[in-house]
């Protein structure tokens, strides 16, 4: 698929709007009839969210998604399916080739005489927050599509650590400190491997700083005995300058993780194995590098030790055997956990 | 009045949202009855409306208002009622004291603990669009109320060189080049001073860059026999990095200006009366100082030169005695002109 994408040789041959969601999102279709999830560039990659923004009301950012994907692969969680930036033709790639009427409707000229569109969408879908190419060539991120639903139904699961996605209302988490224990006794999380994946995703969501993560998915055919799917990360990497504490609130009520997460985390700490030079590393090689300017990249290593610090004082207060659940039995030695597929 | 919104000493009594208008204003009721148009800050003083934004989605601007009142005092053309920068307390002078539910409901306290509010209008009143206080103090311009409309009537015009106000449509002025002459021949711009008045007006809204003169307001007790009102300047000042030539197309096309405006616009262009030292000078003294950065003053200079160089080739291409109508007959040299109230 990256391959695919990255080649540019293979161009679209339709373009959808995708229902649903709040911000304009593509379905693109390939020649082969691959598809994949486009979201256009809405700002520049030097840009933070305002202070004063909610987390609902930031804008989806399309090297995020890439930024994602590439540091999902990194904790070698894979859990992301593959992104992939491109440079896409508004007028050969979006316009020319779409049926959708209500799209190309949208489309027009700047006075700067770049090619702008702005679709359909329940926010930010305006002539004022249109998205503009240069003068027609807009940056993007391609997210390869799951299998199809037909194939492979999935099941949507509300994070139990969702924000009320309200201006003053708390969540139940945000003023119950025992909000854990409530949690841990509920299915799915009161057996099998789920409240680990959410400790998983709990670390991913704070390093890239992703505030929305108001539900994940699974495939169904797999029961409660699965994976968690990590999508929709554009929300991610907002702010460099600042850490949300809040996203690690699951870790800090908690207290469990992974032993091979854990050792993954202490590695990536490690001046030779740092983060953000692997990060850097892995983000090279995408089409729109550089995905991220340097303090994002920065701003991850300094909550890693947050995230480690955390872990730490767990272990100190509960005891590592209580807080460190070994999931490398049955392997052969750690080693393999850093570079094999992981145990779910 | 100036004295008033500046002493900070009065404060205001009741706050309440103007109805009309595409963006949020209020209009605030001070201690001694006397009332100001409040525009709340919006952007910073550095950002320039983006390449790809119409005219007519662009953000109003506290600063251009206020300094659009020191231009056209500058210009000697004493059209605008006064206006003044002041930081008002969101809490105390709005908030608290509106008696409009519809404004005092969009209050809000912002992830950043700042106070912020968005009220009711047609574009950018929501969250994502809200105004914030640091924490609850925020910038605004604040203008002069006219008469009563009960004491002193008011005529709106539809400015002839208006735009479009439509992404793809043109308005006649910009396919015919013979516009002008059409002009001439309709009431009230076929007698008088009106087409003048017009002209004065197209010089002021090109040196600030603002192409959303889409009507104009005389008082209707002086009929036609009066000057015009410059309301509504939010939209200069928008870009400093581009003189917009379509603004000063009534002059191109008609040919036509006051001798006093002529001479005034020579002076500021000479080294001693620099436009841009002059606005600095004047701006220096509002509370909101620096009302425009460098950049801004510059283009003002950049633009007199073209304005100057506009009238030299209509001079050269009809004669003086067509181009430049003496206004000054009855005054007792052109000092007068400069320093005194001016012949309408």
């Not at 486009?38 to 969210?49: H, L, V, Y």
């Not at 329940?122 to 799951?146: N, R, V």
């Not at 207290?255 to 692997?278: G, P």
């Not at 990060?279 to 300017?293: F, G, K, T």
Request: glycine share 6%; proline share 5%.
């Amino acid at each position: 698929f990256l391959k695919l994408i990255k080649g540019n040789v293979v161009s679209f041959t339709s373009t959808a709007m995708k229902s649903g969601g709040t911000q304009l999102k593509l379905i693109m279709t390939f020649q082969n009839y691959g598809q994949a999830l486009f979201k256009p560039m809405k700002q520049t990659r030097e840009q933070e969210t305002p202070p004063d923004f909610f987390y609902f009301s930031d804008f989806e950012r399309h090297n995020a998604e890439i930024a994602a994907f590439h540091l999902d692969k990194i904790l070698d969680f894979r859990r992301v399916p593959p992104v992939a930036g491109r440079l896409v033709n508004m007028t050969k790639e979006i316009r020319d080739v779409t049926r959708d009427k209500k799209l190309w409707r949208t489309f027009f000229i700047s006075p700067a005489n770049n090619v702008c569109f702005y679709g359909e969408c329940s926010y930010y879908c305006s002539t004022e927050h249109a998205l503009c190419g240069k003068p027609d060539q807009i940056e993007g991120s391609l997210a390869a599509f799951l299998p199809d639903l037909a194939l492979a139904k999935r099941k949507t699961w509300r994070n139990p650590w969702r924000r009320s996605y309200h201006k003053r209302k708390k969540a139940e988490w945000e003023v119950d400190p025992d909000y854990c224990e409530e949690v841990k006794q509920t299915p799915p999380y009161d057996s099998g491997t789920r409240l680990l994946d959410i400790m998983d995703m709990t670390v991913f969501d704070f390093l890239m700083g992703n505030m929305d993560r108001h539900h994940y998915e699974t495939f169904e055919k797999f029961g409660n005995e699965t994976f968690i799917i990590h999508l929709d990360n554009g929300r991610g990497f907002g702010k460099h300058s600042h850490d949300e504490m809040s996203i690690l609130v699951p870790l800090t009520q908690c207290c469990r993780v992974r032993k091979s997460t854990h050792l993954r985390l202490q590695l990536l700490a490690k001046e030779e194995y740092k983060l953000s030079m692997l990060m850097a590393e892995s983000l090279v090689r995408d089409r729109l590098s550089p995905i991220l300017i340097q303090p994002h990249l920065d701003a991850m290593d300094r909550r890693l030790r947050q995230v480690l610090n955390v872990l730490s004082e767990c272990i100190e207060k509960e005891g590592y055997s209580y807080v460190v659940e070994d999931d490398l039995q049955g392997h052969q030695g750690t080693d393999h956990a850093h570079t094999g597929p992981r145990r779910r």
